[in-house]
């Protein structure tokens, strides 16, 4: 008649020492694991254009009475960029970008009630290049 259960079942009272007996017997194994020499890597023929370095840009920006800031980039981006922005404040705002084309963004600052931000609230803002289409 036959066992019920895995191998951790086995020692009665260490349901723990089948296991470690089949890790044990797992490990002595007689087969052959590495042969000491690194894989071989065939070489890329790759026809991808070479990765073009990203243009980025950062500052940090006041808002107007309304809760808006307007960034004028410094360079100009081929691609509307992606736009990371962070408000420098001791209350949660929350940022919108209202407009973005590839020299300026126009960004606003709500309050958690849903009101524009006041003046005067500093924000963090990074724009980045989107790369090419999978990286």
């Known amino acids: 008649m036959g066992m019920r259960g895995g191998?951790?079942?086995?020692?009665?009272?260490?349901?723990?020492?089948?296991?470690?007996?089949d890790v044990d017997r797992r490990t002595r194994s007689t087969t052959?694991?590495?042969?000491?020499?690194?894989?071989t890597v065939a070489p890329e023929?790759?026809?991808?254009?070479?990765?073009?370095s990203l243009v980025t840009a950062s500052t940090v920006l006041t808002t107007d009475g309304?809760?808006?800031?307007?960034?004028?980039?410094?360079v100009t981006f081929r691609t509307p960029p992606v736009?990371?922005?962070?408000?420098?404040?001791?209350?949660?705002?929350?940022?919108?970008?209202?407009?973005?084309?590839?020299?300026?963004a126009v960004l606003r600052?709500?309050?958690?009630l849903g009101l524009p931000a006041g003046p005067g609230l500093r924000v963090h803002v990074h724009a980045t290049e989107p790369g090419p289409a999978g990286t």
């Open 66 to 74: 309304t809760g808006r800031v307007e960034w004028p980039f410094p």
């Open 83 to 104: 736009l990371s922005a962070l408000p420098a404040a001791d209350r949660p705002y929350l940022v919108v970008v209202e407009d973005v084309t590839t020299t300026a």
């Open 32 to 39: 052959r694991r590495r042969t000491g020499r690194p894989p």
């Open 109 to 112: 600052l709500w309050a958690v």
């Open 7 to 21: 191998p951790g079942r086995r020692i009665v009272g260490n349901p723990l020492g089948g296991l470690l007996r």
């Open 45 to 52: 023929t790759s026809s991808a254009p070479p990765p073009r």
